[in-house]
């Protein structure tokens, strides 16, 4: 697993601090100053995030990141059942409710939770994805698949509850051991990050690796595939040497720690 240090990572990403960022419940302090430090540098227009719940964070970014047109939040009815039981109490019952008063704000309720939507149901040029709804493994799975598909152009996917959740570990293992360690866990958080080339990398694009086939790369990420970790056109890329994904600066991924990650503390784990 790659683990990004967290000074490194506030340095080349920037402060992720704004009045409410911190005190989350069942996270880690610096898990949304991630998420916003990553939202600012990227310059993020289109973001999606899964699991909503009452809309902290949306509001959070959406009051933060003036660039961003259109927000499109996902939860489920409140009468639903997830998958794991010990998610039962995050259900929110007026889902998306703190960003609803912005009009860049859609709520998404998937009535059969977000393992029910498909490419389709979603906008098609999102450059931030943030996977926070349901923890559990085939949930997380599908939600991923999910996002790559959204991302023809590239951008960013942010995970939270690695490694606090199995389900989230699971799934962000195996993409890793299958796609070459392109995910990174930022080390003192349960957040962890992916970056994808395309044309919509902002502030970040001339830092990244040039790469002429990165546009295959992304567009065979972009296939559909409910289970993320099944090949896609993208794995052919890795085979010749070309990762499917951009990764991070050069000067990023050459300081990132290759070790094992440890549950950190602060939190209350899978939530
Ligand atoms: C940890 S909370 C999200 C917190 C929120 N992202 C934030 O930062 O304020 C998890 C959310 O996922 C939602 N959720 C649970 N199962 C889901 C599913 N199958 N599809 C979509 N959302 C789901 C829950 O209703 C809950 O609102």
Known sequence: MNVIGYDL??????????????????????DRPALLALARTMRSRTVIEFGVQEGRTAALLLRECPWIERYVGIDVPADFAPALVIQLPEVPQIAGHRAAGDGRFELLIAEGGSRTLSPSDLPDRVDLVYIDGSHAEADVRHDTALARAAMPLGGVIVWHDYPSCIGVQRVIDQLNDAEGDHIALIEGTWICFELFRGNACGALGSSLPSDPTGMAAVAGRAEYSPDATAPVAGAAQQESGVPPSGGLAPQASSRLQDRPAEPFGGGVPCA
């Open 9 to 30: 990572f506030f340095e080349l990403f920037g402060s992720g601090e704004a009045p409410g960022a911190r005190g989350q419940i069942y996270s880690t302090p610096a």
